[in-house]
């Protein structure tokens, strides 16, 4: 098992950037794809973007991709998502979960293959 632990949610302006730290423990954080997801009040949980666990391969959902971009520093046990141009539309509750991997360039969109969960970090994004 692995303990994720966000940071770096708050409240931002239309167009500002905020930028989101997932650090994790306890097993080998390089056995794991790592993806963040959304979940915005009253909708479903939603892919955001997710990196395997050599960083060589990365997938982003449609809705962000030119504005976010994820990366890890495995010698941190971390991993970070880099929101840019944000819009009232990213607001929702942000959360990394961790994927076990036997190849280092999988990673996954469907939040039900993930085996581990933060507990989460708010994102506002107001007009």
């Known amino acids: 098992q692995v303990h994720l632990v966000e940071s770096g949610g708050g409240l931002v302006q239309a167009g500002g950037s905020l930028r989101l730290s997932c650090a994790a423990s306890g097993r080998t954080f390089i056995s794991y794809a790592m993806g963040w997801f959304r979940q915005a009040p009253g909708k479903e949980r939603e892919f955001v973007a997710a990196?395997?666990?050599?960083?060589?391969?990365?997938g982003y959902a449609d809705s962000v991709k030119g504005r976010f971009t994820i990366s890890r520093d495995n010698a941190k046990n971390t991993v970070y998502l880099q929101m840019n141009s944000l819009t009232p539309e990213d607001t929702a509750v942000y959360y990394c979960?961790?994927?076990?991997?036997?190849?280092?360039?999988?990673?996954?969109?469907?939040?039900?293959?993930?085996?581990?969960w933060g507990q989460g970090t708010q994102v506002t994004v107001s007009s």
């Open positions: 990196i395997s666990w050599s960083a060589l391969s990365t």
């Open positions: 979960a961790a994927l076990w991997v036997r190849y280092s360039s999988r990673w996954s969109p469907n939040p039900d293959e993930y085996n581990d």
